[in-house]
């Protein structure tokens, strides 16, 4: 799957001071809403939110590194398993129709031309920059399961003056 940072190209610290643990926090309690939107009796296996896990660049996607001028974002994701019956399509549009009412959000399809994945995506964006990727399978696994998944971008922020690279956030 091609994932996109938060950012525009060029794009930096687009939030006002704001700790990292700060971003955490907002990531997840939303990775958390996209969960409750997903009916629990279809789930078979929940894999939970990701643990906090180091920071990137901004600038990913030329392959940066982490600078004090290339400012940082913040990965997430939720995924989920659910029998290979479920039609999880009419679930995706249910979540673009529940965040294009939410005042200041917009959805986008995220799917490219000629992807080998056999699932659609939709791209959620808060006011504030945050990207979710959610993605449902349109075809079963081997298993006769299907996968939910959220991936998560916080926007771009200045890289804080105590920044442990190393560190998970």
Known sequence: MLAVSGCAPGQKNVLPKISL???RETQDAELERFRELVPYRIIEKDYGITPPREATSCNIIDSQPITPDSGVQLAGRWRAMTSG???L???LE???AAYNAKPGWSTRGGDLPNDTLKSTLVVVTS???Y???VRVSTESNSENQKTISVRSFSPC???PEDF???AKY
């Open 21 to 23: 643990a700060e971003l």
């Open 85 to 87: 019956d479920e039609d």
């Open 89 to 91: 399509e009419p679930l």
């Open 94 to 96: 249910k979540i673009r």
């Open 127 to 129: 006011p504030e920059n």
């Open 131 to 133: 990207q979710y990727y």
């Open 157 to 159: 922020v200045e890289t």
């Open 164 to 166: 442990d690279r190393f």
